[in-house]
């Protein structure tokens, strides 16, 4: 079994279930009393978010590279970086290291390409829904993305994920919120969700959306999981 290496604490409510469905999924492999073998490195949120307000992607590079590579060292044999927005320098953090990096929105692709949707919507920080990063990774798959068409909509899930999740606050009137937004975007021909936030399937289940949803935690885990196995 291969070691996973995580980039975790953005945010640490997330990186809590990464560890959980990792050691699950693994144990669902070998059965008996077999888990994991998991590195974590945790950043500090409250430095993570401010960079990320400030735009400073290189600040933001740095951290995260210097993770990566402490978890290399450590005995990583691949790295998951255990959030969408910090995959905007996923090519930096992969030119640092010398071990596979897991880019969250490939594999979410593949996964929406298994289903043979052509559009999906997108749901995750602002940064992950006005840039280009991810999109171009489900465009690469011949997938189309929109993302809610209301800058106030657009707001409301950032400030839910920074103000809110990330305290580990997921409130009732807060999921009323992403459900209205969901089924808004199905009525603009939406495929599929993608929950391009690894705080967002907290709050939001396949019971909530009339669509498929797209659990990115779930996604990211289980390439890691067939990776380290073999698969």
Not at 120 to 138: C, I, N, R
Not at 144 to 173: Q, V
Request: net charge negative.
């Amino acid at each position: 079994m291969k070691t996973i290496g995580i980039v975790g604490g953005i945010t640490w409510l997330s990186t809590i279930d990464y560890y959980r469905l990792i050691n699950q999924s693994i144990n669902e492999v070998f059965g008996g009393v077999t888990s994991a073998k998991i590195i974590i490195w945790s950043a500090e949120f409250g430095e993570i978010k401010r960079l990320t307000v400030e735009d400073n992607w290189d600040g933001l590079a740095a951290i995260i590279s210097g993770a990566a590579q402490k978890l290399e060292q450590a005995g990583a044999d691949c790295i998951l970086i255990g959030a969408n927005t910090m995959h905007k320098i996923a090519d930096t953090v992969q030119a640092a290291i010398d071990i596979p990096l897991m880019h969250i929105a490939e594999v979410t692709a593949d996964a929406v390409a298994e289903k043979q949707l052509k559009k999906v919507a997108l749901l995750g920080t602002k940064y992950t829904m006005l840039l280009d990063f991810y999109k171009e990774k489900l465009a690469d798959k011949g997938i189309e993305t929109i993302i809610p068409d209301n800058a106030a909509d657009i707001e409301f899930i950032n400030d839910a994920i920074y103000e809110e999740m990330g305290k580990g606050l997921f409130l009732p009137e807060t999921k009323a919120g992403f459900i209205r937004i969901i089924n808004a975007l199905v009525a603009q021909g939406a495929e599929g969700i993608v929950l391009g936030c690894t705080e967002i399937p907290i709050l939001i289940k396949q019971e909530d959306s009339p669509v498929p949803v797209f659990d990115t935690t779930a996604i990211h885990v289980k390439a890691a999981v067939e990776f380290a196995v073999g698969k």
